[in-house]
């Protein structure tokens, strides 16, 4: 919808020769401006993605990342190319048990999200504790063709929750 009341014209002209000689134009104008409205969503779009501070990774139905933003590199030390193609268990800590991922996978299954916290590991093999949030997106004919997952490293948060309460219990 266009608020603004501007509107984007594609403006062609042609001249029309008669011989060696200019008789008029012939003008054909194309509205685009649903086209400008569009490109501007996307690229807001574009620029949120790519910097919140929350990691995110777009997968295909199959699990294999299709797209990360920067976050995710910042977080995980992993550049895009390098994840590109892999699936997300390149992050796994190995510290969850199986059924805790059937849960999860379960839950995105029939509610078609899951959030929660989870333990993952950092290229450097440094692991972590991240809140993790991971969303089925569905085609008009149910079938799934994305996965989001968006999250962020609470490592800070924890080790607060510890000294909190390591005093509780000491003082």
Known sequence: ENTSNNTWHLISLTPLKFS?????????????????EEENKLRLAYTIFNNLSEGIVVTDADCNIISVNQAFTRITGYEE?????????????????????????????????WQGEIWNKKKSGVEYPELLSINALKTESGEVSQYIAVFSDISKLKDVEDKLRHQAMHD
């Open 81 to 113: 190319q390098e994840a590109l193609g892999n699936k997300p268990d390149i992050l796994s800590s190995g510290r969850h048990e199986e059924e805790f991922f059937t849960a999860m996978w379960q839950q995105i299954d029939n509610k078609g999200y």
């Open 20 to 36: 060696e000689f200019t008789a008029g134009f012939i003008q054909v104008t194309l509205d685009i401006t649903k086209q400008k």
